[in-house]
């Protein structure tokens, strides 16, 4: 297809176990976005990748989160040592244009992450 | 603090009826604002969006309203469909550095027959 997908599409694990989240973005598209929407509430901010550079990361909520490009495409988000309040779905989003310009988001269906 | 505020949180209508959502916001300096539609368990689709000069937009039974001046927009639906069932998120981008984005929660819309 020719939209962003995102694995898994649920993820379950215990608490303090560690979990990679994956993105595959649109083909060609600068800009990628993670997310974190918790439920009932608009999707937050977590961090964004111009290419293969992390140039904000300033949402993630602690060191336990770690996100990843290294080749400009596919992205990993990481979570480690998960705890209870990580539990939301994760979305990722691809834009075709860096910058300021007003290119839409293109969103994937998310990873629903339940920690137990 | 950049926000993005939306109303009703909820709102169900009859199908067939009319209905119009809120967007205030606080951003600024201000790019664009979106609308956006999320189906349950989906990520949002972009249904519309407005740059600064722009005050109106429609897009098939769907039109938002911008007013720059007061920073608020709307999102009317007409004659709405069951497949309007939906969260319709109000999405506003800053015009400092990279495309940073501000969402709202959303307001739940349900369609009922």
Known sequence: ?116 | KNQVEQSPQSLIILEGKNCTLQCNYTVSPFSNLRWYKQDTGRGPVSLTIMTFSENTKSNGRYTATLDADTKQSSLHITASQLSDSASYICVVTNSGGYQKVTFGIGTKLQVIP
């Open chain 1, 1 to 116: 297809g020719a939209g962003v997908s995102q694995s898994p599409r649920y993820k379950v694990a215990k608490r303090g176990q560690d979990v990679a989240l994956r993105c595959d973005p649109i083909s060609g598209h600068v800009s990628l976005f993670w997310y974190q929407q918790a439920l009932g509430q608009g999707p937050e901010f977590l961090t964004y990748f111009q290419n293969e550079a992390q140039l904000d990361k300033s949402g993630l909520p602690s060191d336990r989160f770690f996100a990843e490009r290294p080749e400009g495409s596919v992205s990993t988000l990481k979570i480690q040592r998960t705890q209870q309040e990580d539990s939301a779905v994760y979305l990722c989003a691809s834009s075709l244009e860096s910058g300021r310009a007003g290119s839409p988001l293109h969103f994937g269906n998310g990873t629903r992450l339940t920690v137990t």
